[in-house]
Each structure stands twice: as structure tokens, then as C-alpha cells.
């Protein structure tokens, strides 16, 4: 599998791709480690392929996994998507 010079902004979903998507990200992590996507809703995000640049951006207090630090159309996917329980939202730990 390559990638062409212009790589798309969503991920593939081709058969091949969903067979052995292996191929796909070891290109990715040689070319293109963080790499910018959109998902099929319109929300977008960046896919991180290399072990120590996720260290890196995990540990990085600029950013933060509770959706409420979301931009407000993540907020709003998270609350059409039932991400939020009763008690408080359900993916903050």
C-alpha cells in the first residue's frame, strides 16, 4: 500500500484497508506521524501514529481528554452520542 503525495483527510475505508489497515499506518507513522482527520460526522481530530509523539501530546497539559474542554461542536457530537450519563459525562477518566 502507498500513499499518495496528497493524503485525503479521512481515514480509508475501503475492504483492502479494513483487511490489513497495518500497512496503512506503518506509512503513516514514517510520513506523516500526526496526521489531521476528519471523521464521517465532521468532527475532526489528529491520529497520532508514533509511540513517543503520543507520550509527548498525552502528557502535555494543554490538552485534556474531558469533553468539556471540547470545541462546542465536539460537546455537541458527545451529547447526541449519549456520551453524558446522568451523573456527569461518561469518558473523562
Not at 489497515?21 to 508514533?50: E, K, Q
Not at 461542536?73 to 450519563?85: L, Y
Request: glycine share 4%.
Amino acid at each position: 500500500m502507498t500513499l499518495p503525495d496528497s493524503v485525503p483527510d479521512s481515514l480509508p475505508t475501503s475492504a483492502d484497508f479494513v483487511a490489513d489497515p497495518h500497512a496503512f499506518y506503518a506509512i503513516l507513522r514514517s510520513r506523516r506521524p500526526a496526521h489531521f482527520v476528519r471523521f464521517d460526522n465532521g468532527l475532526y481530530g489528529w491520529l497520532i501514529t508514533r509511540y513517543d509523539d503520543a507520550r509527548l501530546v498525552l502528557a502535555d497539559p494543554r490538552l485534556s481528554k474531558d469533553p468539556r474542554n471540547a470545541p462546542q461542536e465536539w460537546q455537541e457530537a458527545a451529547a447526541a452520542s449519549r456520551w453524558k450519563t446522568a451523573q456527569g459525562w461518561a469518558h473523562t477518566c
